[in-house]
Structures are given as C-alpha cells and as structure tokens.
C-alpha cells in the first residue's frame, strides 16, 4: 500500500513512484494507492475497497447485479412489519 501525502500528489497515482509500480508489477504484486485527503473525507470508503480487493468482505454481501425490483403490496408490508416486531421481543 503506497500512501500519499497532499503535498506529494499529482494529477496521475503512476506519476508519484513510477519505481514502485514497475517493481510491484514485476514481482506480480498488487501496489494500491491512497491519497491523505481520501483517507482524511472518506476512510470508512477506502476501508471499504481495502476490505473487497482483500476478499475480506462478508459472505453475506448481495451485490446488485444480483437483485431484482419488485412491487410490494400493502398487505404484504403490513405482513412484513407485523413478522418483524414480533420477532424482536
């Protein structure tokens, strides 16, 4: 993991260590880049792709891809709600 500081950034993540992604890259080894204001604004985000290029994700994600959108009636909600406070006691 090669962490930037803002000072040190560029426009381009390949600019900042060429050195450093050439070794990896011949070593076949993934080198991922995280930049200080990503980690400042948005850490739980970059935990978050940390965790899924580390296949450390549950397995109990469902991916989108995955689902599908349905219309739920009235009852069925009123059903759901019902099933559900009653299972919390």
């Not at 009636?73 to 009653?86: E, G, L, N």
Request: proline share 2%; charged share 30%; with cysteine.
């Amino acid at each position: 993991m090669d962490y930037t500081g803002i000072a040190n950034s560029g426009t381009d993540s390949t600019a900042l260590s060429p050195e450093q992604d050439q070794g990896c890259l011949a070593h076949n080894i993934r080198l991922i880049h995280i930049f200080e204001n990503e980690w400042r604004d948005k850490p739980e985000l970059v935990k978050s792709i940390i965790r899924t290029i580390l296949k450390l994700q549950g397995e109990n994600t469902i991916y989108a891809r995955k689902c599908e959108v349905r219309e739920v009636s009235i009852r069925a909600k009123i059903i759901s709600k019902w099933k559900s406070s009653t299972t919390k006691r």
